[in-house]
């Protein structure tokens, strides 16, 4: 029998002895990993230091679950400061509830802050770690399958997901996986950054400006399937608008800055060039050095044959001029005999 929907997890957290493991932090914590991992293999291609990216983040990714928590406490107010409901429950990260555009806004500012402290250009950093925070996204996404939250409309379709769970006034059932489509969608992004990137050579901060278009596009549709308690504003939610606005702001981004900054960064960090060039020029003197000491040896080599070869001659040339000392004796010899008997 062939599977008519998603069957979703039956709880959301498994306990290791005391310890809890909650699925929707363990989406997070690895698409953090993957968003290091990718953007750091980015960088370090642009021509940056390991491990730059890896030190950023530790400023980044504080700042982004905080600006995440506070936009979902403060759009969704009433989840915990209506009557009946508990304010510390906004503290309760854990139980989901993150706002991707005070993620993405609080996290700038972090990474802001370690870009400064490692004098790094902040656009430079944002293009090579854009398509990584779009995989982070898919991955963080199943999350909310964790959760059983965030769906979409009632439907049959083969791939729905099952909502078992009654809490919070949820109606168990059939709904479109929108958790599914944006986690999808969020892989797309992350292949048309980077296929843009290498095909345009995206610069000044243009891949995160693609990244940021291209997602807020998802969204917007995605959103518009969600039954969720939402603020509506004419007839849309509030994310709808926050995703239109944010997406004319990115294409305006584009648009002017290739004008005003076209091409690439020849520098994305201050001092890495000359440290290659430090090894480059290490690694050379390594390399004359040896061939100095080649060279050294071969003569060394020739010298010693030249002494082999020229000993035996010495010899010899003694001998014919001790000869020829012989000779002119034997001559005087004669002379002085004839002399001798002519006298």
Known sequence: MELAFIPSPSRGVLHLGPIPLRGYAF?????????????????????????????????????????????????????????????????????????????????????????????????????????????AQAIGRWGNWFN?????????????????????GRV??????TFLYESLWCIGVALLVIWADRRFKLGHGRAFALYVAAYCAGRFWIEY????????????RLNNWTA??????????????????????????????????????????DAKDVKDSENDADAAEKSDASGATAAPEDPSGADEADAADDAKDAEGVTNGADSAKKG
């Open 172 to 177: 168990p059932g059939t709904y479109h996986p």
């Open 148 to 168: 059983q939250e965030l769906y979409g409309r009632a439907t049959d379709l083969p791939w729905a997901v099952e909502i078992t769970s009654t809490a919070d």
């Open 225 to 236: 399937m969600r039954v969720d308690d939402a603020h509506h504003i004419l007839g849309l």
């Open 27 to 135: 989406c997070i914590i690895i698409g953090v990993f993957v968003a290091v991992w990718l953007g750091n293999r980015r960088w370090i291609a642009r021509g940056g230091r390991p491990g730059t990216v890896a030190d950023i983040a530790v400023w980044a990714v504080p700042f982004g679950l905080i600006g995440g928590r506070l936009y979902h406490v403060i759009t969704d107010y009433q989840l915990y400061f209506s009557e009946g409901r508990d304010w510390v429950d906004a503290f309760k990260i854990w139980e989901g509830g993150l706002g991707i555009w005070g993620a993405i806004a609080f996290g700038a500012v972090g990474a802001w802050i370690g870009a400064r402290r490692r004098g790094v250009p902040m656009p430079a950093y944002a293009d090579a770690v854009a398509p990584g925070i779009a995989l």
């Open 244 to 285: 239109l606005f944010v997406f004319l702001l990115a294409v305006l981004y584009i648009v002017l800055s290739a004008r005003m900054r076209p091409g690439r960064e020849a520098v994305v960090e201050p001092g890495a060039e000359s440290a290659a060039g430090d090894t480059g020029s290490a690694a050379d003197k």
